[in-house]
């Protein structure tokens, strides 16, 4: 690749505008935050506060403009009105610079810096800020989004709890001192698949009437798991033995100590940068800005229009070398015995015995309460999904985290994705929506194409609900697809069709059902 020498990296989707210098290392690192007077982030004032400093912020930077070889500036995604005043000043400067020009990925910029800052190579992302949490892994060529929220990003949940108790902007620190002196008590636990929801724990947490320090205590506790959970799950998924911790809320000491306690369990490194690199600042874009350069990717001035709704995943990714895929390391373990996210299943005697593993990293009560909850709530679903004619494991014994069942010979349909084989799935999954059930982890990892019959088998219910509502039939489907486009992006197209007929073929409400999920694609928290 040739060296582009010193990018310069502009910063400032929402409240940070930072900028940065950076050739072979960060050069320098200059930050002018905006900090609104009462409540959240305005959007325009937060945009018009950029414009006034922007000036005198590239001037701290740019000491020797001569040198700048290439502008690089967050082109998404974020809040409109200050990615156009970042996008501006970017432009006025390749112009008058008469350098390149590249748009960043604002989340994948978190993500690169966090790599070059601890040396980690292929990673599970975990990026939590304010406006994003999502579970991120490179894959087949791009940045694949294997879980997200499905309302607010973390940290602006935390940041609606600060505002009803009255601390200041951000309130993720006031938070987190607080806890230090809390005892837990239960709120709300939210999570899908790999997918995970803060609306219903932070409105819980906010009209709690126990002790300010032990809601705060309870309020991270919760969260926080439910962050740690999603990720074991990808690391699971993917087969991956790093974990990256990115995103401002990352500098909580708590939320970091609960991922490295889960790395230590499973046998994976945890990586976090050092706080310069965490939040939102000008060294990733810079960074990033750099690695795109360098691999032949630059934006032409008439194509530089900003995107609040950048996806990660719609960037190719020229700059990387390809991983192992997940089709081939999706189960760890040996043969008689394999851990997945949640459980160890052992195999003996035509038995698959799956216990429910303590997480160290959860508070005891937590634990306790999820690991009876969800193998007493496994069991009775198994059976009525049976009962229902859905294709299941047949139980033999129950304790509080123990379910003995028989042992499905066939192949997982991660490693045998055919068209038929999702035709097949969508029947199983129509038949288990009719009957009020929703799968709740509907990954390709949880679907097992039976010998003989090749009838897909569904497993793994522990995330699994009785509800009759469309949205939770929507959010499942929604899992299903988020794996399939993870982990076979070429024909991931083709794959879901083909299950959306078969889908059909058994459940009369599928077009509603299909409709809502792509209802949920479109919504802010996706696109």
Not at 164 to 191: C, D, M, R, W
Not at 393 to 409: A, F, L
Not at 435 to 459: F, P, Q, W, Y
Request: charged letters at 20%; one cysteine or more; hydrophobic letters at 40%.
């Amino acid at each position: 690749m040739p060296d582009f020498g010193q990018i310069l990296g502009i910063e400032g989707t929402a409240w940070n505008l930072s900028a940065a210098l950076f050739d072979t290392d960060l050069v320098t690192l200059a930050s002018l935050p905006y900090s609104p007077v009462q409540g959240g982030i305005h959007p325009r004032e937060a945009a018009q506060h950029h414009a006034s400093v922007m000036n005198e912020l590239l001037g701290s930077v740019l000491t020797d403009p001569g040198k700048i070889t290439g502008i690089a500036f967050s082109q998404g995604p974020g809040l409109g009105p200050c990615l156009r005043t970042v996008a501006t000043a970017a432009r006025s400067l390749a112009l008058a610079l008469e350098v390149p020009l590249v748009g960043v990925n604002h989340c994948i910029a978190h993500v690169e810096i966090g790599c070059f800052a601890t040396g980690c190579k292929d990673p599970i992302v975990l990026y939590a800020s304010g406006a994003n949490t999502q579970v991120i892994g490179y894959l087949n060529g791009r940045y694949r989004i294997f879980g997200e929220t499905l309302d607010v990003g973390i940290g602006n949940a935390l940041d609606k709890f600060a505002r009803s108790k009255n601390f200041p902007h951000p309130g993720g620190p006031h938070i987190e001192a607080q806890a230090k002196n809390g005892s837990y008590f239960e709120l709300p636990y939210t999570v899908k698949g790999m997918d995970l929801a803060f609306s219903g724990l932070m409105s819980a947490a906010k009209d709690h009437k126990a002790p300010l320090p032990d809601v705060c205590y309870s309020l991270q506790e919760t969260a926080f798991a439910m962050c740690v959970e999603v990720t074991e799950r990808a690391m699971s998924l993917a087969g991956k033995n790093e974990v990256l911790l990115v995103g401002g809320v990352g500098a909580n000491r708590r939320l970091q100590e609960m991922l490295r306690t889960m790395c230590e369990e499973r046998g994976a490194a945890f990586y976090v940068p050092e706080q310069k690199y965490l939040g939102d600042n000008g060294a990733m874009i810079a960074y990033t800005g750099k690695l795109m350069l360098e691999s032949g990717v630059s934006l032409p001035i008439e194509s530089s229009q900003v995107n609040p709704s950048f996806r990660s995943d719609e960037v190719e990714v020229t700059w990387k070398h390809e991983t192992v895929s997940p089709e081939k390391t999706a189960h760890a373990g040996t043969g008689s015995q394999r851990q997945g996210a949640e459980a160890v299943v052992t195999f003996r005697d035509g038995m698959a015995e799956k216990r429910r593993v303590s997480k160290r990293y959860r508070v005891p009560p937590l634990d306790h309460r999820l690991i009876a909850e969800r193998t007493r709530g496994e069991a009775r679903i198994i059976h009525t999904a049976r009962t229902a004619g859905v294709p299941t494991p047949v139980i033999r014994d129950i304790t509080s985290d123990t379910i003995v069942m028989e042992q499905v010979q066939g192949t997982p349909l991660t490693l045998d994705l055919t068209e038929e084989n999702l035709r097949e799935a969508g029947r199983m999954v129509g038949r288990l929506h009719a009957a009020g059930l929703m799968h709740g982890d509907l990954t390709t990892s949880n679907l097992i194409v039976r010998e003989g019959d090749r009838k897909c088998v569904l497993i793994d219910f522990g995330l699994a609900q009785v509800t009759q509502e469309i949205e939770q039939r929507g959010v499942d489907i929604h899992v299903l697809y988020q794996t399939l486009e993870s982990t076979a992006p070429a024909k991931a197209g083709a794959l879901k069709a083909a299950f959306n007929e078969g889908y059909a073929d058994t459940f009369p409400g599928a077009t509603e059902v299909i409709a809502r999920e792509h209802e949920i694609v479109m919504r802010g928290r996706y696109h």
